[in-house]
């Protein structure tokens, strides 16, 4: 509980300096969109890229373990999709929606924790599931959000503006970078890797910081609102752990060490990448911010349970 504690109260901290600044005025109305466009553009493409050009092959291919989180993640995606277009809900609304009920904080939250409660042999699954949340999901994501903009204009351009607007995209072509100089056993230079560690190290507390000036935007919570937290929060709380848990058990049949960490990197609350993709383009963001923040509050809760659980 402690250890949960100790990790999970920062990442509240950092919210509420947000929240804080801009109920005081401190930061003005288009502070949060400023301090979003930088994680955006510089601070998060470096930290993907660094994850992604720093990784080790042996690490990363661990085909049971990516089967068993990637399909965890995908299942509860794909269904969130399904039940919000199914709702008339518009394609880059709904893919932001299934980013808010699969798209776990293992880079900002789920290092710290499973190194507090595992340990450090449990850094190299970690690393897989945040490529897999932060560069997989979240690409497939952007391309359904980019399709259903685009679907807009007129269809004989659609692919070509599709098209540009991927290869614009930092938060798709830094990965895509780290992976070429994996591919091809590329070593960073010694002062880009610091200039890389000191921007990416910037992305967790300013997401965290610009979420929080969001949210202290004085504005009214509709039914609708409250009603969609209500289902993209246990989707993600206690759905994709516990499909997480099925596949690793029952399917992939991974050792419970692994087994414990792919179900515990799950269980982890909605990470802010949501809310970036949702400010970036301009769509609709109350939902997403009170899911993140419902959902980290609530994690506390459904982590201790899981860690008492299995202990």
Request: charge should be positive; proline fraction near 6%; glycine fraction near 6%.
């Amino acid at each position: 509980m402690f250890s949960v504690l100790t990790v999970v109260l920062p990442i509240f901290a950092l919210i509420f300096a947000g929240w804080i600044c801009r109920r005081g005025n401190i930061l003005g109305p288009l502070a949060a969109t400023e301090i979003n466009r930088f994680v955006v553009y510089l601070a998060l493409p470096a930290l993907l890229f660094d994850i992604v050009a720093s990784a080790q092959w042996s690490d990363i291919w661990q085909p049971a373990f990516i089967a068993t989180f990637g399909l965890g993640v995908g299942v509860v995606f794909v269904v969130t999709l399904v039940l919000r277009l199914a709702r008339a809900r518009h394609l880059a609304d709904a893919a932001i929606d299934g980013l808010n009920a699969a798209y776990a904080n293992t880079a900002f939250l789920g290092f710290p924790l499973v190194l507090a409660v595992i340990g450090p042999e449990a850094m190299a699954p970690a690393m897989i599931a945040t490529i897999l949340t932060v560069c997989v999901l979240f690409s497939i994501a952007l391309i359904l959000v980019e399709i259903g903009l685009q679907s807009e204009a007129r269809p004989s351009h659609m692919v070509k503006k599709l098209a540009m607007s991927m290869v614009r995209n930092p938060l798709i072509v830094a990965p895509v970078l780290g992976a070429l100089f994996l591919s091809l056993d590329l070593k960073v230079p010694s002062p880009v890797e610091s200039f890389l560690k000191l921007l990416g190290a910037a992305a967790s507390p300013c997401a965290l910081v610009g979420l929080g000036l969001f949210l202290g935007e004085r504005r009214q919570t509709t039914t609708r609102v409250a009603g969609s937290t209500a289902l993209l929060a246990p989707l993600k709380l206690v759905g994709q752990p516990a499909v997480t848990w099925i596949l690793a058990t029952h399917v992939f049949q991974l050792s419970m060490p692994l087994t414990h960490v792919a179900t515990l990197l799950a269980a982890l609350p909605t990470g802010t990448g949501p809310f970036m993709v949702a400010e970036f383009y301009r769509r609709e963001g109350v939902v997403t911010s009170r899911t993140i923040l419902f959902s980290t509050m609530a994690s506390l809760g459904t982590i201790t349970a899981y860690l008492t659980w299995s202990a």
